[in-house]
């Protein structure tokens, strides 16, 4: 439905008669919600009276409001005055520049890249331009802080770039190692679309305008006070912060130190923080005059929501290993030649084969090494142990087999001492070896803590959290007006959607890193639109495949509301106020109408004193004497009239119900409440007819 429907609907329900009605019904609700009827007083009001009357004369006329507000307020040479004359203080609350401090021109080419990109700036706002800079590579993707450089109309070979400034605001482009620099970022060349750039303009513009005064901003505060996009140029004007100082003795409002904001400040400002507060409130000001707005003519709504992912890292604790200590041996001067392990005791254990040589003996240890930690570590109680996370305490027991996966010798030597189990002190065939025996395929892949004979290990597991209130929204006869996509951290937003229509800009991947807490590793998470990735020092997955998967995405959708306001008994109660109105000279009485008990209830209140107040700014007529000497193609008006004297006609306010008239002027007609209206139509008409073709013909 167009918004002319929607004004038709609502003319229709909304007529001269019960508007009348309702203005009635509002006199109604005045009176009967105020919860005390007040006594006139005579003395407030010929105060006011009073008041009113003094600003009048001296706020009542454009000029007056010019002199004293508006000049004032714009103009650091016109100070403000009280209302009494008797004091002024400077009351100036903008700086405007003449000239534009940062100015930005691009030159699109056939490929879509924008090949030609010059920076002229006036970096200490005295209105004359000291710095000037060309980017020398092609823009292919526009970022919040940057931009992106491919080979011309492909996605190839790219290139990071964030704009950057020195200590004197100058502007300059610095590549950057990775795309992790950059945020909010788009395709703008032939290989996403075509004509990009010049669909979108003014966002192109704003978006590479907004990433340089923010570079400036970092290093030297100033003001925008005005922003001027004119085709393929974007003109930025503004006042350097520190040259606009709080006048002695008035306390300043709102925020002292607004320029934090280009740069993410923390916290909201004052009028988004209380409109917040409010929007939770149903029964706030705010709330209200929000849904009335999204329900004029109550034939459209409008319908938000938001689509958002998160990842977070959550940590699995286990037992992934032991470390031990024990001794192997060969009887190789022996008859029997055992291969056998021995505890760091010198206890005498499991003889693994006979006459099988020390080469093969070694191997035989390894081969039985879930048997040997078994040996170990199984004897006595559970093994005390500390979660590393949680740092809750628990108890070990070990499984009745261990399954030894990998292993790490931390020494492994034939000196020292040497139980001689078997018959084997004579030989040399005989080793200690501290071994880490791990029951999990990658031990890397933990951060261990030693705890005794037991290595407890952490890893963390990425999970993905959503919240998607706009796949339980009901949209039928709903129509998407706007979409954006944003960061991570709701930031570097990009509309794909705006006023109706697709914008044809499509988001670059987005990425962060996020640090682990539980085991130092750094995970980089990455959402692309297809997939939802994630990268650590030892492992890479995705956590979703699909479309439309981005961090944040919000929408707002325009839908047919399918309950129409019922206005009846309204209107019945307005009608019966209307009907029992009685206004007297100095009271004003009415019955009022309970539409569900149908009962009346009388209501009177004392009315002020009648006031004589004119229903319009009287105006007069008068005649000017001029001197008529217009020149055109054909001559001069000497040429053609008599003489050069003539009339001008001149509408003027009267003062004082007189009309203002000079010497050697004349009054055509005197003060009153005129009507210009019949007038200015025949002119109109007159000229309109004198602009056509005056030649006869059969046409």
């Not at 979703?544 to 109660?573: K, P």
């Amino acid at each position: 439905m167009t918004r002319s429907n929607i004004l038709r609907r609502f003319s229709k329900y909304f007529s001269l008669a019960v508007c009348r009605a309702m203005f009635f019904g509002f006199l109604w609700f005045l009176f009967c919600f105020t919860g005390k009827v007040h006594a006139w007083d005579a003395t407030a009001y010929n105060a006011g009276k009073t008041l009113g009357s003094e600003m009048d004369a001296k706020l009542g006329s454009t000029d007056a409001i010019k002199k004293r507000i508006s000049n004032p307020m714009t103009s650091e040479e016109t100070s403000m005055r009280t209302l009494n004359d008797q004091k002024t203080f400077g009351s100036q609350i903008s700086a405007p520049s003449s000239k534009s401090f940062l100015y930005v021109l691009i030159q699109p080419s056939g490929t879509g890249d924008i090949t030609s990109l010059f920076i002229r700036q006036d970096t200490n706002f005295d209105g004359a331009p000291d710095y000037t800079y060309r980017v020398s590579s092609p823009l292919s993707g526009i970022c919040s802080n940057g931009f992106i450089s491919a080979n011309p109309g492909t996605w190839n070979q790219k290139r990071f770039y964030t704009w950057t400034a020195d200590t004197n605001g100058k502007l300059s482009a610095s590549e950057v190692p990775s795309m992790m620099s950059l945020a909010g970022c788009y395709c703008i060349n032939s290989s996403c679309g075509s004509n990009l750039v010049w669909n979108n303009i003014g966002l192109v513009l704003r978006d590479l305008g907004g990433g340089m005064a923010s570079a400036i901003h970092q290093k030297k505060p100033f003001t925008i006070t005005d922003v001027n996009v004119l085709e393929t140029e974007i003109r930025y004007y503004g006042q350097a912060s520190n040259q606009m100082g709080n006048i002695a003795g008035i306390p300043s409002s709102g925020v002292s130190n607004p320029e934090q904001y280009y740069q993410n400040g923390t916290g909201t400002l004052p009028g988004e923080e209380e409109a917040l507060k409010q929007s939770r409130d149903p029964g706030s000001l705010y709330s209200q005059i929000n849904v009335l707005n999204n329900n004029v003519g109550n034939q459209y709504e409008t319908r938000s929501c938001f689509l958002k992912r998160q990842v977070h890292l959550v940590p699995q604790t286990e037992i992934i290993g032991y470390d031990v200590g024990f001794y192997i041996g060969y009887d190789a001067n022996g008859d029997t030649k055992e291969c056998f392990w021995a505890a760091v005791s010198g206890d005498c254990k499991d003889v693994w084969a006979m006459d099988s040589g020390w080469a093969s003996c070694q191997s035989l240890n390894v081969s039985n090494l879930g048997a040997i930690v078994h040996g170990i570590i199984a004897g006595g109680a559970c093994i005390p142990y500390t979660d590393p996370v949680s740092g809750q305490t628990g108890c070990f027991s070990p499984p009745g087999t261990i399954n030894i996966r990998s292993y790490q010798f931390i020494q492994q030597t034939g000196s020292g001492y040497s139980p001689g189990c078997y018959g084997s002190s004579d030989d040399s065939t005989h080793q200690y070896w501290h071994v880490k025996a791990y029951v999990v395929d990658d031990p890397n892949s933990w951060k261990q803590t030693l705890q005794g004979k037991l290595i407890v290990g952490v890893r963390d597991y990425p999970q993905k959290t959503q919240t998607d209130d706009c796949g339980s929204m009901d949209l039928t006869g709903c129509q998407k007006r706007d979409e954006k996509i944003c960061d991570h951290n709701n930031s570097g937003c990009i509309y794909t959607f705006q006023d109706y229509h697709a914008t044809g800009l499509i988001p670059i991947g987005s990425c962060f890193n996020q640090t682990s807490p539980n085991t130092g590793d750094t995970w980089t998470f990455c959402a692309d639109g297809v997939k939802l990735s994630y990268e650590s020092r030892t492992n890479t997955g995705n956590l979703e495949y699909g479309s439309d998967i981005w961090w944040y995405i919000h929408r707002t959708y325009t839908c047919e509301a399918g309950n129409l306001y019922d206005f009846t008994n309204m209107r019945r109660r307005a009608a019966n106020i209307q009907n029992t109105l009685n206004t007297g000279t100095n009271k004003l009485s009415y019955q009022d109408l309970n539409p569900v008990t149908g009962r009346t209830t009388p209501v009177a209140t004392s009315l002020p004193p009648r006031e004589d107040v004119s229903r319009c700014e009287q105006s007069c007529q008068v005649k000017i004497p001029v001197q008529d000497t217009q020149a055109s193609l054909s001559g001069t008006t000497d040429d053609y009239r008599t003489t050069v004297n003539s009339y001008e006609v001149a509408i003027r306010k009267c003062v004082n119900n007189a009309c203002p008239t000079k010497r050697g002027e004349i009054l055509i007609q005197n003060c009153g409440c005129i009507n210009y209206f019949n007038q200015a139509a025949s002119t109109l008409q007159v000229a309109h007819d004198a602009g056509r073709d005056m030649i006869c013909s059969n046409e």
